[in-house]
């Protein structure tokens, strides 16, 4: 049998993209090779996302177009891993027919021998899922079952800690700190799909962390659904996210330390004290409102109301008042009155958010929503909310990044600008929805340099030209003009 030849599209969150990375890591180690066109790949997996109905479709649908190319290829395995491996499982064959491995986020580990028997066995899929839950949305006090996931693990905590350093970006790592999510919120799918809250130890998370620094990580993103419920309990003492990030900030040559996402329910002052007390911390908070109406948050089972919320982010920029604060919204949950989408728009207003991911409702099944409420914002209005509510955020956020004009910040390099060249229209230094093609300067062009993109300490997008060489490194530059999602800059001092 040829060796394997693989390809990875991953779809969703941070924790999908870390996935990908383990799926890569575990596949070469078994002698695999991973490559980057899907052209040359005799197995196709892709790293799904169930968070929101169109996430699915992208990935049911691109892996339908594979029909007249598996129908030439009969070798061709296809594999379907991660969130809507679980949120199907066996029913996935009626809604993907073409797949031939179904692995669900905790079985990762095990996927060179579930290819290995889906190219042996051509007869009938290979499903590896993970343990139902022991608790649903219905019973979600009852929550527990974290101990049939030790194995599976263990052996993805192995896999994650040998990876080498690749990243979203050069210098920069993610790392798990919790998997699963107890929290049960009405309308999401994630703690069905990812299973009950588990905090890693702090042993296992600082090797990790002391590893990819020693390969060159200067940053790092602790990942977890809700990060700030971290609770590592080892010989009968609890370490919260706190005193965690306490002991990894001190690991030498560490330059940046993030953590997302941040549940408002759990930011404890002991959380907050980080942003002052430890360097490393960055001024970044996202932590997700969904709404600024108090019915609507009680309907969702956040279990805060906005006033806790803004209480929490005040707790926050009280120690650090710089700290960019970043969330997300949910626009069209059932029963969101025209008040009620008000509600959020003064919360926006309030926060002065540095940045805000808005999403239209979308019914999950086996969600508390999806069983319970009643769809009942129409798609148009679901449609129009959406487009207001960004419209405002973007005037917040370009309202807040036009104060950085004038200013020197410091930024990590991430890489060339995916979008080379784009400037909003000159002199406003404000987005008017009108892009123009900025040629990068003659004197940077004859140098060989191109237009990089990196970020500032609170996470905002700054691009400007410089060499190609300086992805990963943090470089000062000054900011010229900005729009709402972009600071433009020049390098501070001369190469
Ligand atoms: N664990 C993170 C969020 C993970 S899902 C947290 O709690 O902050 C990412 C975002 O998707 C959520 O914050 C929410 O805004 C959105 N989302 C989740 N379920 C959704 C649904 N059913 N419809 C629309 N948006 C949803
Ligand atoms: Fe979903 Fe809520 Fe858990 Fe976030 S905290 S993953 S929104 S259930
Ligand atoms: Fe999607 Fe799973 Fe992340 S459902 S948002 S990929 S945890």
């Excluded at 999806?370 to 309202?399: C, I, S, T």
Aim: overall charge positive.
């Amino acid at each position: 049998m040829e060796p394997v030849r693989a390809h990875i599209t991953t779809y969703g969150c941070q924790m999908n993209r870390l996935d990908a990375e383990l799926v890569a890591e575990r596949l070469r180690a078994s002698g695999a090779r991973v490559v980057d066109d899907p052209a040359e790949a005799n197995v196709l997996l892709f790293v799904t996302c169930s968070v929101r109905a169109h996430a699915e479709d992208r990935a049911f649908s691109n892996i339908g177009a594979l029909k007249a190319r598996k129908r030439r290829e009969p070798g061709l395995v296809i594999g379907l891993l991660g969130c809507t491996a679980q949120q199907y499982g066996d029913r996935l064959r009626s809604r993907a027919p073409l797949v031939d491995v179904v692995c669900a986020p905790g079985r990762l580990a095990e996927l060179p021998q579930l290819i290995q028997a889906a190219r042996t066995n051509r007869a009938a899929p290979v499903v590896a899922l993970d343990p139902p839950r022991g608790a649903t949305h219905t019973q979600p006090d009852r929550v527990g079952g974290a101990e049939a996931f030790a194995a599976a693990d263990a052996a993805l905590d192995e896999v994650e800690t040998r990876r080498p350093l690749g990243g979203p970006s050069p210098g920069h790592a993610f790392v798990t700190v919790m998997r699963g999510c107890d929290n049960f919120c009405a309308y999401c799918v994630v703690p069905n799909v990812r299973g009950p809250e588990r905090s890693r130890t702090p042993s296992a998370v600082l090797e990790e962390v002391r590893r990819l620094v020693g390969q060159g990580a200067r940053q790092i993103t602790l990942l977890g659904q809700a990060v700030n419920k971290y609770a590592s309990r080892q010989d009968g003492r609890t370490c919260d996210l706190a005193g965690l990030i306490e002991k990894v900030a001190e690991t030498p040559n560490l330059a940046r330390l993030r953590f997302i996402t941040n549940h408002p329910r759990a930011m404890t002052e002991r959380l907050a004290a980080v942003f002052r007390n430890v360097p490393a911390v960055c001024p970044y908070l996202h932590m997700p409102a969904q709404s600024g109406s108090d019915a609507v948050l009680a309907r969702m089972k956040r279990a805060y109301t906005a006033s806790e919320y803004i209480d929490r982010v005040a707790m926050v920029r009280g120690v650090r008042p710089e700290v960019a604060v970043a969330s997300d919204f949910i626009v069209g949950f059932p029963g969101e009155t025209a008040e009620d989408f008000e509600a959020t728009l003064d919360l926006v207003r309030r926060m002065r958010f540095s940045h805000a991911f808005v999403f239209k409702y979308s019914p999950r099944p086996g969600t508390f929503a999806a069983e319970h409420y009643e769809d009942d914002v129409p798609m148009a209005e679901k449609r129009r909310r959406n487009q207001v509510l960004l419209d405002l955020v973007r005037k917040v956020a370009g309202q807040e990044n036009r104060r950085f004009i004038g200013r020197t910040v410091n930024v990590f390099v991430e890489g060339p600008s995916p979008h080379p060249n784009l400037h909003p229209e000159k002199g406003t230094g404000s987005f008017s929805g009108r892009m123009e093609k900025v040629p990068v300067p003659f004197s940077a062009a004859c140098r060989g340099w191109l237009q990089l993109r990196g970020r500032t300490p609170g996470n905002r997008i700054v691009v400007f030209d410089g060499p190609a060489d300086l992805a990963g490194a943090e470089v000062d530059v000054e900011v010229v003009d900005s729009s709402p999602l972009t600071l433009f800059a020049h390098l501070a001092q001369a190469m």
